[in-house]
T-cell receptor, first 115, second 115 residues
Framework: GQNIDQPTEMTATEGAIVQINCTYQTSGFNGLFWYQQHAGEAPTFLSYNVLDGLEEKGRFSSFLSRSKGYSYLLLKELQMKDSASYLCAVRNGMGSGGGADGLTFGKGTHLIIQP | DVKVTQSSRYLVKRTGEKVFLECVQDMDHENMFWYRQDPGLGLRLIYFSYDVKMKEKGDIPEGYSVSREKKERFSLILESASTNQTSMYLC??????????????FGDGTRLSIL
């Protein structure tokens, strides 16, 4: 089966750092994605990990440990506009290849930034 | 920029009606996907397609069908709408490239209410 867990809600302070964790148990693994979704809007792509280690992209970093089935998204220098839901998603790689298999999403973490 | 366009932002239909949700992408992507998003359940994959006239069931295909007659267009069909199909529907597309981190790009969603 497929199971992806992430905290339902987190609160952080403007200017601080926050880490959003994601654990997964899936029947296959071909990459992990993080998306940001503001209320009433489409999810937008943030990062992708397929190998163990840290991927850094500006204020956002994402880490993966395949042996532990674990990832985290790190947000630095938090801004009010970072208030959103953050979605962890796994591509299980069971499809025909070329990315033509859907993603299994966690339920999302609602991040609240306080002044 | 990738543009995924869903034909309606809001839609209200009656139980038993046949409902069509349309999605068009302008980036010549091979892969297209339909998800539904519900509070407390996150995004769940309904159907996807990796080529014209090809379709694959996702995690929750029951009560739905799809059509992909042209590469840029992917339609979701509710043959006989029921109230439990009231939801936010999200379309996505991605490029097909073996072993590459091609993210899915999402449309703005259609909020469908079945009365």
């Amino acid at each position: 089966g497929q199971n992806i867990d992430q905290p339902t809600e987190m609160t952080a302070t403007e200017g601080a750092i926050v880490q959003i964790n994601c654990t997964y148990q899936t029947s296959g693994f071909n990459g992990l994605f993080w998306y940001q979704q503001h209320a009433g809007e489409a999810p937008t792509f943030l990062s992708y990990n397929v190998l163990d280690g840290l991927e850094e992209k500006g204020r956002f970093s994402s880490f993966l440990s395949r042996s532990k089935g674990y990832s985290y998204l790190l947000l630095k220098e938090l801004q009010m506009k970072d208030s959103a839901s953050y979605l962890c998603a796994v591509r299980n790689g069971m499809g025909s290849g070329g990315g033509a298999d859907g993603l299994t999403f966690g339920k999302g973490t609602h991040l609240i930034i306080q002044p | 920029d990738v543009k995924v366009t869903q034909s309606s932002r809001y839609l209200v239909k009656r139980t038993g009606e046949k409902v069509f949700l349309e999605c068009v992408q302008d980036m010549d992507h091979e892969n297209m996907f339909w998800y539904r998003q519900d509070p407390g359940l996150g995004l769940r994959l309904i159907y996807f397609s990796y080529d014209v006239k090809m379709k694959e069931k996702g995690d929750i295909p029951e009560g739905y069908s799809v059509s992909r007659e042209k590469k840029e267009r992917f339609s979701l069909i509710l043959e006989s709408a029921s109230t439990n199909q009231t939801s936010m529907y999200l379309c996505a597309s991605s490029a097909a490239r073996q072993g590459s981190n091609q993210p899915q790009h999402f449309g703005d969603g259609t909020r469908l209410s079945i009365l």
